[in-house]
């Protein structure tokens, strides 16, 4: 073969390589094992069979009633004193002061969850509301009463009584969803009711500081105002979340919703329909985050930092389990408590009265402690137990980690309006540009313990902190009381 020929058969042999790997690369085949779920060509269908389970939600409130103002007098014998009482008449029954009471409405969302007539709704959409009217696809109004409702996650459900069973759906598996899976939401936005929008899930376990239990799917399926309360569906069919919040500057969707999930709305809604309220979970403490330099002090390591204990309620479920201060939950019940936010969810849905198991980190070790579960709102509020040290013998003073401290005399109870019961160390002073300023500790602070031991003299502070530096630390996690009695953790630099 020539070396022309040789060459136009390699460059032949290289196009027909590069071919073979771009029909490959771009084939059904892989592009179906590059992505996850294809989108649906359309949703006509899905949607279809849900929208009569959707409905339409008005409300109306009679607004406190407004005095009216006393008419104005044309002068007497004025040609405009008959046309002054007349129309003055006319507006106010027969003139002079009157009550008048205004109508107040507003539209929101629900879906029926039960064909006998049960419908489920955000709480704000019917909170105040004198009379609640259930819109229906098919042209049907119906009177709803209330069955039950709960502020802290925004549900409400109603009862309405149809000559003839309803279309309900379920509730679907909120865990399954993935950020990326398509969902529909169906509602009643600015009154256009049966409006389908649809989307994906663009994040999951959204904290909007609405609530002590928020826990939101974010979507950029369009919700605007009136969709509150209405479903946001899986592409089975099933109810994963209740559409209650956006974030617009505008009032109108930018793609930013929120919804409650279906495994938070659920057993809400079990509750209320079998109670008539909700009745959640309670072990009497306080809890509060483990930040990095608080996680290397406790040695906690992981992603999972659970949440630590920074007050125990002295006859709460938890103390009667031997739950300290200090303490970091890691597991409660079976469940991994992932961060703070994590454990009030999870004791809210665990059954009252049920012995659970709770796995805690106690100076460095795992522990298991056994406690049984009481009720959130049988709970008499109480400041959560703090460890009161011995009365120190006389009064010293210290200084370390940009800290100033002394034993509690009778003059610093009166300067800092210490309580008379105060015992301990007591922070006196904090220099200026201190990790310490930074953590945002103040003169009057009691200083309770130092890595987790009970300090009860400047003398004590100061051996704890010389026992740090020789182990190699590089942080002091106290706990602190300030005046009105609330605990806190606080990692400081020893440096």
């Not at 999870?346 to 796995?359: G, L, N």
């Not at 049984?372 to 400041?383: D, H, M, Q, S, Y």
């Not at 309006?417 to 103040?442: H, M, R, W, Y």
Request: cysteine-free; proline content about 6%.
């Amino acid at each position: 073969m020539s070396e022309p020929a040789a060459r136009k058969a390699i460059r032949a042999r290289r196009a027909l390589a590069f071919a073979l790997a771009a029909a490959t690369a771009f084939s059904p085949m892989a592009l179906a094992s590059a992505q996850a779920r294809p989108a649906p060509d359309s949703f006509a269908d899905l949607a279809e069979g849900l929208l009569d389970s959707v409905v339409n939600i008005s409300t109306s409130q009679n607004a406190p009633a407004q005095k009216e103002v006393t008419p104005p007098k044309a002068p007497e014998g004025s040609p405009f004193e008959e046309f002054f009482d007349e129309f003055f008449n006319k507006r106010n029954g027969q003139g002079g002061p009157q009550q008048r009471q205004r109508k107040q409405s507003s539209l929101g969302s629900g879906f029926v969850v039960d064909a006998s007539g049960i419908v489920v709704t955000n709480n704000h959409v019917i909170d105040g509301a004198d009379e609640i009217v259930v819109n229906f696809p098919d042209g049907t109004k119906l009177t709803a009463e209330l069955v039950g409702k709960d502020a802290k996650t925004d549900i409400a459900v109603l009862r309405v009584k149809p000559t003839k069973p309803l279309k309900a759906v379920k509730f679907g598996d909120a865990q399954k969803l993935r950020v990326g899976d398509w969902v529909l939401a169906i509602g009643n936005p600015f009154g256009l009711g049966g409006s389908v929008s649809a989307g994906i899930v663009s994040a999951r376990d959204r904290n909007i500081n609405s609530g002590p239990y928020d826990n939101f799917i974010q979507t950029d399926a369009a919700i605007n105002r009136g969709n509150s309360g209405g479903p946001l569906f899986n592409m089975s069919g099933e109810v994963v979340g209740i559409n209650t919040a956006i974030i617009s500057p505008s009032g109108g969707s930018i793609g930013i919703g929120f919804s409650v999930p279906a495994n938070t709305a659920q057993p809400v809604v079990e509750q209320i329909l079998k109670f008539g309220e909700t009745r959640r979970g309670w072990i009497g403490v306080r809890i509060q985050q483990v930040t990095d330099d608080i996680a290397e002090s406790l040695g906690v390591s992981g992603a999972e930092k659970g949440a630590l204990i920074a007050g125990v309620n002295d006859d709460g479920p938890a103390a009667k389990g031997g739950i300290e201060v200090g303490d970091v939950v890691l597991k409660f019940d079976g469940k991994s408590v992932r961060d703070v936010r994590d454990l009030p969810r999870i004791v809210a849905d665990t059954p009252i009265d049920r012995e659970v198991e709770v796995v805690v980190l106690r100076k460095g070790k795992q522990e298991t402690r056994k406690l049984t579960v009481g009720r959130l709102e049988e709970a008499e509020p109480k400041n959560a137990a703090e460890k009161t040290p011995p009365p120190a013998e006389e009064a010293k003073t210290g200084a370390a980690l940009g800290l100033q401290f002394s034993s509690v005399t009778d003059e610093l109870k009166t300067r800092f309006k210490l309580k008379p019961d105060a015992k301990g160390v007591v922070v006196t002073g904090v220099d200026d540009g201190s990790n310490a300023q930074e953590k945002n500790i103040q003169p009057g602070d009691m200083l309770i313990e130092v890595a987790q031991e009970t300090v009860q003299t400047p003398a004590d502070v100061a051996a704890r902190i010389e026992a740090l530096k020789k182990d190699g630390k590089k942080t002091a996690l106290l706990l602190l009381a300030n005046r009105q009695g609330d605990v806190r953790f606080v990692a400081v630099s020893i440096d």
